[in-house]
């Protein structure tokens, strides 16, 4: 039988203290919906469980006007999906959280464990790297903010530090018009782990491309900001030829993906023409844009991919 002793800190100075008298044998548990998978698979034995369930004020989700949103790393992915804020200033996570895996785990996964486990097949790294977040690790002897995109470090390993715990995500302030599109390519049920994961900001104006941020999840070991897909479009018209150019980059997926791929030595940035027109619709006419991406592009290309990999796996 596995035994482990199970503490539940009530403050975050008293889990900090807790974790830095067990360096090398407690593990942190918010909704335990990976980390007791991994225990009951054998792949972890702490000896000591730290519950962040009793710890007060780390499941806020805070907006201003000027500092942006900010989320306590202890909200629910439901709690998120659901927060009104998010949904008209930030419906691209609004869209994120709203397909992560099903409601059951929605209502028990936290954002601080979504990203502190560092999975790269999980959809909400993305989509915050998209938005420009920070994330904030407190330890015993202080904190720091660090960007998100660099804190998935590689498969499964992030850089987070012995003795911290991940409490707050930040979001700047959405620019007016910004546009987004995410898509979330799926293997067989609304339900599954992305097969590829797409998140997308961008400002345009009359066609020209001001900025943009692309980040991909499922394509390599870790959650990454797409780059070299990005330069190809900042800053010039946007035209078929560029966005052409940009779907050519390619990004090396991984093998453990839930769809058969495993056929494909690499892979196209999977962003085409009909997912930036519609960021680049929404940058320019942002009061139509919502409708436009929910019903418009990002479904009919799913579904093709879908039906795309379907093939592949049946060969
Ligand atoms: C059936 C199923 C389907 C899923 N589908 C999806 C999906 O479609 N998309 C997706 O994105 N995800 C998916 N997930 C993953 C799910 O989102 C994560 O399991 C969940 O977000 C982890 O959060 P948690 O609070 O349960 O973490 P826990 O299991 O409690 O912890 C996970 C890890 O993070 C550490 N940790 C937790 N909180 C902190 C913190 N604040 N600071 C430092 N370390 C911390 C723990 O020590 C542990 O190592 C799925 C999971 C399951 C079981």
């Known amino acids: 039988m596995v035994t482990f002793e199970y503490v539940e800190p009530g403050s975050l100075k008293e889990?900090?203290?807790?974790?830095?008298?067990?360096?090398d044998d407690a593990k942190l548990i918010a909704g335990g919906t990976a980390l007791v998978i991994w225990m009951r698979l054998g792949l972890l034995k702490p000896g000591v469980v730290i519950s962040l369930e009793k710890i007060p004020d780390f499941s806020y989700i805070r907006h201003s006007e000027n500092d942006g949103l900010r989320i306590g790393a202890g909200a629910r992915h439901r709690e998120i999906e659901l927060s009104a804020v998010v949904r008209s200033r930030y419906p691209l996570l609004h869209e994120t959280f709203r397909k992560v895996a099903q409601p059951r785990i929605r209502n028990m996964g936290t954002i601080g464990g979504n990203l502190c486990q560092g999975d790269p097949l999980t959809d909400p790294g993305a989509s915050l790297i998209a938005l420009d977040a920070e994330i904030t690790l407190t330890g015993s002897r202080g904190g720091r903010t660090l960007p998100l995109e660099e804190f998935f470090v590689d498969y499964y390993e992030t850089a987070i530090?012995?003795?911290?715990?991940?409490?707050?995500?930040?979001v700047p302030p959405a620019a007016k018009g910004l546009g987004w599109a995410h898509i979330k390519f799926l293997p067989r049920s609304e339900e599954d782990f992305a097969t590829v994961g797409v998140a997308l900001t961008m400002r345009a104006q009359n066609d020209h491309c001001e900025d943009i941020r692309l980040a991909l999840n499922s394509v390599a070991p870790t959650i990454l900001r797409a780059r070299r897909a990005e330069n190809v479009l900042r800053g010039?018209?946007?035209?078929?030829d560029l966005l052409q150019e940009m779907g050519n980059i390619r990004y090396f997926p991984i093998s453990r993906r839930p769809a058969s791929c495993a056929s494909e030595s690499t892979m196209e940035t999977p962003c085409s023409r009909p997912?930036?027109?519609a960021a680049e619709s929404s940058a320019a006419w942002p009061s139509i844009w919502r409708g436009s991406l929910a019903g418009g592009s990002a479904r009919p290309s799913s579904w093709s991919a879908t039906r795309r990999r379907a093939k592949w796996s049946r060969r």
């Open 236 to 240: 010039k018209k946007i035209t078929d």
């Open 275 to 277: 997912e930036i027109r």
């Open 161 to 170: 530090r012995p003795g911290e715990i991940l409490t707050e995500i930040h």
């Open 15 to 23: 889990a900090c203290d807790l974790l830095e008298r067990h360096p």
